[in-house]
């Protein structure tokens, strides 16, 4: 299935079998949610959405004060956005999504082989697909994989991916690169919309932070009403670009307590603010709940890529922020510690940001 494209993949067959099970996946219980984590389809709004926003002043060099306005409300507001001209190349962009989307299509005994890599290579596969406050009762409708990306060489892939999807392989060491120069501008956005030097949120994490590439993969569905390809949840790093299938919807986000869709627009990337920039700007941005639905007819691909801080890393509320006003809503943490914090809560309450809150203030940050 090397040389079939995205589109190619969302009309074939909807018999898709996990890396984990010995059949293709169905209905069973373990993919039926109790009616509260349900999707309740019905009630989500199609009129708001997110915020779109055009990076080819910022880029050119022309006047950018709209755009880091723009930018700065996007994530007080929504803390989600999407770009467009961004300087991607599309090409890239579309190589990447189907070689990770044929993947998928390689028979399940060969990905089954990547559930037994070594943690040492970066490798979760399968089921990160845990429901919050269910432990480890109910799954996710789909799979993923992931893997952390070098810059400086090849990114650390296991040979699964030299053997079985060179296409892929060939994609993400320069599609990392490119992601690692949009971050950069867009943390010198965002920095600046905070009123702080242009450098600065890219200081506060760091020089040794982590690219971590993710491919989730969400078959149709019989019942999407039933069943979550994501449960909600909010993004652990600092911040999360991530590219979707073109044609096919399915992440939603929380904006004042109702699910919004995020449309899936032509080249364009899915830009969120994650709990660690929500701790450095002190609230001021936030890291907002979002999740995936199912479809009944097509597949769905989405690519994010998570820039985190190295877990040696302290993080902290940035001083310039804080004033009479603005107390420090956050203690000072480790990154380690963050981590250790959200393996505890895995599949029970996955509100851990919360756990590093000097005094809860409910009405000011998000859900
Ligand atoms: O599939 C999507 O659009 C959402 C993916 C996501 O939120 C994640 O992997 O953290
Ligand atoms: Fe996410």
Redesign the pocket.
Known sequence: MQGCTLQDIAMASPAFQTAKEAAPISLTPKYILPEHERPHLTQVSSSSSIPLIDLQDYLDGRDHDHVVHAVSRACEEYGFFQIINHGVPEELCNSLMDSAAAFFQLPPTIRAQLLNSPVEEGWVFGAYQKVAGLDDQFSMWGE?FAHLCDLSGDSKLSQIFHKHAPKYREAIGEYARQMDVLIKCLLGLMSLGLGLEKECLESKIGENYVLRA?T?Y?PPCPDPELSM??HA?T?PGAL?V?R?SEHVA??QVLKDEKWVW?EPLPNAF?VNVGDQIQVLSNGKYKSVR???VTNKESA?V?L?M?YIPNIERVIEPIQELINAENPPLYRKYKSSEYSAELQKQMGTRWRVMETFELQPNKDKLSH
Do not use: M
């Open positions: 993923s993710t989730n969400y390809g994501l949840h993004d999360t991530l979707q399915g992440l995020v899915v979002h999740r995936a769905r989405s994010p998570f």
